[in-house]
């Protein structure tokens, strides 16, 4: 179960390292919330939930992350350069802080993945109302 968390994250991180190529295409919206919701797919608050009360494999994911694994901060900084690269494109306001956007929808999907379990109310919503959010505040 260690092991299958960084996956998850290496899997998210590698859909938001490919963002960047998706500037201009789409609706920003529909592309920064298709990289938040990645990390909810493949069972990620159960994942998330499973590793709080776990402290060896809470211990064994940390070693991994500070070992390199990607994890929220490589999610957070692909989000902030497509920004900017949307910012380029002006399909975002010059006014927006990058770095704001990308650590509102990283911060927001861990305290939901932190704050879920099995049978609470399905965290997606909410995530994508705050992309939504963020988005239209950009414009």
Request: aromatic fraction near 4%.
């Amino acid at each position: 179960m260690a092991e299958l968390c960084p996956d998850r994250f290496a899997r998210t991180a590698a859909k938001a390292q490919a963002l960047s190529r998706l500037a201009g295409q789409g609706t920003v919206a529909e592309n920064l919330d298709a990289v938040a919701l990645a990390l909810f797919r493949s069972g990620g608050p159960a994942l998330s939930g499973f590793a709080m009360t776990r402290p060896a494999a809470a211990l064994r994911i940390r070693q991994a992350l500070e070992s390199g694994a990607p994890g929220f901060t490589a999610i957070q900084e692909a989000i902030t350069r497509y920004v900017q690269d949307e910012q380029k494109l002006g399909r975002v306001a010059r006014t927006i802080d990058p770095h704001t956007v990308a650590l509102a929808i990283v911060g927001t999907a861990h305290h939901l993945l932190m704050t879920s379990w099995p049978g609470a109310p399905d965290p997606r919503p909410a995530m994508t109302r705050l992309v939504s959010a963020l988005v239209e505040a950009a414009r």
